[in-house]
């Protein structure tokens, strides 16, 4: 039997920061309930009380709602033991599941494998030993447990491979498999959406709904991993992997958004840029690849860049005017700063760099002389090239000085007469402006220092040259 509505969960343990495999996990879960107008459940699995932190939790819901995944229900397992409770008693009392104080495997009889318990034939009883139990599951010897993803397919397991697998520590203490399979049928998920490394869970979880004769199951689908250049799973060797990292950094959401459903899913087509919503309308599950998706810090670059042109400088102006006001001071107006962007935004990889790179346009530069010098020249050459700049900004009107293009058109008109190679002039004009080898054009930092400062700065040049 089928679900008639589509309900999804994302399942993260508050027990660290969220990751950008979680991330995508969510994010596939999210957009496929947009896609089919279901459900998106957040469900908190905070019942390790120990590894659980309230900071981590709210990294996880802050960072959801940066990206725009907005969740329609949210519930904490830790809220939920008594529910538990009852269903374990009631596995206890129909002998499907037993006490057993064999911990280890190793502990029991000194081999490694399934352990299929000496005491699993004494359900229903109550410890009578004094080292610490648990309850474990009593798994049907012999079975093949099958099962069709809808990303990989049939997959079959025996359950001579899984053993009598534990639930719970106590009655107190559910383990995951039996919570997050008790959570799932109460809460009435249709489509299970998780990491491969869950595969091993599914025939557990499987067993566990036949305990309780359940008769709707969920469909499962379990994405790839996400690996490093390398092929081996994803860790901080290959980059950061927590999700508010890349926010600090100045990553645009639209561009996580982008980049992490590209690690798994293909739109059967050459496009690259979606938005949210665009995607909520062109998911589609069963498009997801099977074999692992290869994290490329270039290409979620390359998608920050594209969203990075793509602001308005309104929307720019908001999202780094805090960061100019930390690093800079508060002593610019806004059309001051709307032009430091307008130029920076090109060359900028992410927000910070919009910001970072900027400094040269709010502190006078300091540099060497011999910074000045382009190719064969020499001083006297760079100061006849300061000279002949210093005496085309004087020249300029304010409407050329107020218009990026005209000072562009302008300025390389003027450099290819210079000397019959622009270099002569640009070269010195931009260092004398910047202070920098690399930098924005002459003509781009003048539209933003306006005809005082660019000649103030040109003059201090030319006193460099002398000293």
């Known amino acids: 039997m089928r679900h008639s509505k589509v309900v999804v969960r994302f399942a993260p343990s508050p027990t660290g920061f969220l990751h950008l495999g979680g991330a995508r996990t969510a994010l596939f879960n999210y957009l496929f309930a947009k896609k089919n107008n279901g459900q998106f459940i957040l469900r908190i699995e905070d019942t390790d009380l120990v590894r659980s932190k309230k900071e981590f939790e709210q990294d996880i819901k802050d960072s959801l709602e940066w990206l725009g995944l907005k969740w329609d229900k949210i519930f904490y397992q830790s809220q939920r033991k008594e529910i538990y409770r009852k269903f374990l008693e009631q596995l206890l009392e129909e002998g499907k599941a037993f006490y057993c104080n064999h911990q280890k495997r190793a502990a029991d009889d000194g081999f490694s494998g399934p352990h299929f318990c000496s005491l699993r034939d004494k359900?229903?009883?109550?410890?009578?030993?004094?080292?610490?139990?648990?309850?474990?599951?009593?798994?049907?010897?012999?079975?093949?447990?099958?099962?069709?993803?809808?990303?990989?397919?049939?997959?079959?397991?025996?359950?001579?491979?899984?053993?009598?697998?534990?639930?719970?520590?106590?009655?107190?203490?559910?383990?995951?498999?039996?919570?997050a399979m008790i959570d799932d049928w109460q809460m009435k998920i249709s489509h299970i959406i998780r990491g491969e490394d869950h595969i091993s869970n599914t025939p557990k979880q499987i067993l566990l709904y036949e305990a309780f004769k359940v008769e709707k199951l969920p469909l499962y689908a379990h994405l790839p991993l996400i690996l490093g250049k390398d092929y081996s799973k994803m860790s901080k060797r290959h980059g950061d992997t927590a999700l508010h990292i890349y926010k600090q950094k100045g990553f645009l959401?639209?561009?996580?958004?982008?980049?992490?459903?590209?690690?798994?899913?293909?739109?059967?087509?050459?496009?690259?840029?979606?938005?949210?919503?665009?995607?909520?309308?062109?998911?589609?599950?069963?498009?997801?690849q099977k074999k692992g998706a290869i994290f490329n810090l270039d290409k979620?670059?390359?998608?920050?860049?594209?969203?990075?042109?793509?602001?308005?400088?309104?929307?720019?102006?908001?999202?780094?005017?805090?960061?100019?006001?930390?690093?800079?001071g508060s002593k610019f107006d806004l059309a001051f700063l709307a032009r430091v962007i307008e130029i920076e935004r090109e060359r900028a990889n992410t927000i910070v760099d919009i910001v970072k790179n900027s400094h040269y346009l709010f502190r006078v530069p300091h540099y060497s002389r011999d910074l000045l010098l382009w190719k064969e020249m020499d001083f006297n050459d760079v100061k006849r090239?300061?000279?002949?700049?210093?005496?085309?900004?004087?020249?300029?009107?304010?409407?050329?000085?107020?218009?990026?293009?005209?000072?562009?058109?302008?300025?390389?008109?003027?450099?290819?007469?210079?000397?019959?190679?622009?270099?002569?002039?640009?070269?010195?004009?931009?260092?004398?402006?910047?202070g920098l080898k690399t930098s924005a054009s002459p003509f781009e930092i003048v539209y933003v220092l306006g005809k005082d400062e660019s000649l103030s700065r040109i003059d201090k040049a030319l006193a460099i040259l002398i000293t």
């Open 123 to 179: 359900c229903g009883e109550k410890p009578r030993f004094n080292d610490r139990f648990i309850i474990r599951f009593k798994t049907p010897r012999g079975r093949d447990i099958v099962f069709n993803d809808i990303i990989r397919g049939r997959i079959t397991v025996n359950t001579e491979t899984l053993g009598d697998f534990a639930i719970a520590r106590s009655l107190k203490e559910p383990l995951y498999n039996f919570a």
């Open 385 to 434: 090239a300061l000279l002949y700049a210093k005496e085309l900004i004087n020249k300029l009107s304010n409407t050329e000085s107020d218009n990026r293009d005209k000072l562009k058109e302008v300025f390389l008109r003027e450099a290819g007469i210079f000397d019959g190679d622009r270099g002569r002039l640009l070269w010195p004009l931009r260092v004398a402006l910047s």
């Open 253 to 288: 959401p639209e561009a996580i958004i982008n980049f992490l459903v590209f690690l798994g899913w293909n739109p059967k087509n050459d496009r690259e840029i979606f938005s949210l919503q665009e995607l909520e309308r062109e998911f589609i599950l069963k498009d997801v």
């Open 300 to 328: 979620l670059l390359w998608f920050n860049r594209n969203y990075i042109r793509k602001k308005n400088l309104e929307e720019l102006i908001d999202l780094t005017r805090e960061s100019f006001v930390k690093e800079y």
